[in-house]
């Protein structure tokens, strides 16, 4: 069983199946220019396409247009209301790392503890820092999608 399989060739790694190998629709021909020419049947049926009513399909639905509108689905309002909840709590979880982070700042700073007082700082300047997102969130999103409407 084993022994009526060819052995494999340094091309191969494992032995082929016996009998006619199948026919690849397409094949690469070097012509000697620089650029590659595909020949066969799919490379044919492609050109057929685009040249056709595949174009003429891409260049109708080139025109497309978008307005968001939270109120357009079901929910839209339920959505915005769970984004200004999330806004909230992520502005009172911000200032409450604010308070413990000048606290730490502050206690590090009186009895001499550099690493508290590093420490301290830094949560000062990271609570900030993610105010600041949060507030600037739906204004940095609309400039970029103002930026990107403006694209032709």
Excluded: C, K
Excluded at 42 to 48: D, I, P, S, T
Excluded at 103 to 130: C, D, K, M, T
């Amino acid at each position: 069983m084993i022994s009526d399989l060819p052995s494999p060739s340094p091309l191969t790694r494992w032995p082929l199946p016996p009998g006619p190998r199948p026919a690849v629709p397409l094949s690469f021909r070097w012509t000697g220019s620089p650029a590659p020419r595909w020949t066969g049947s799919l490379a044919e049926g492609v050109g057929r396409a685009t040249r056709g009513g595949l174009h003429d399909v891409l260049l109708a639905t080139a025109n497309l247009q978008l307005s968001p509108d939270t109120n357009a689905l079901p929910g839209g309002q339920v959505l915005q209301n769970l984004m200004n909840g999330l806004d909230g709590w992520a502005l009172a979880l911000a200032l409450v790392g604010l308070v413990i982070g000048a606290a730490a700042w502050a206690l590090g700073s009186h009895g001499q503890n550099y690493q508290q007082s590093f420490v301290g700082r830094r949560a000062v300047l990271i609570s900030g820092f993610a105010a600041l997102l949060i507030g600037a969130g739906p204004g940095i999103v609309n400039f970029f999608f103002n930026t990107g409407t403006g694209v032709h």
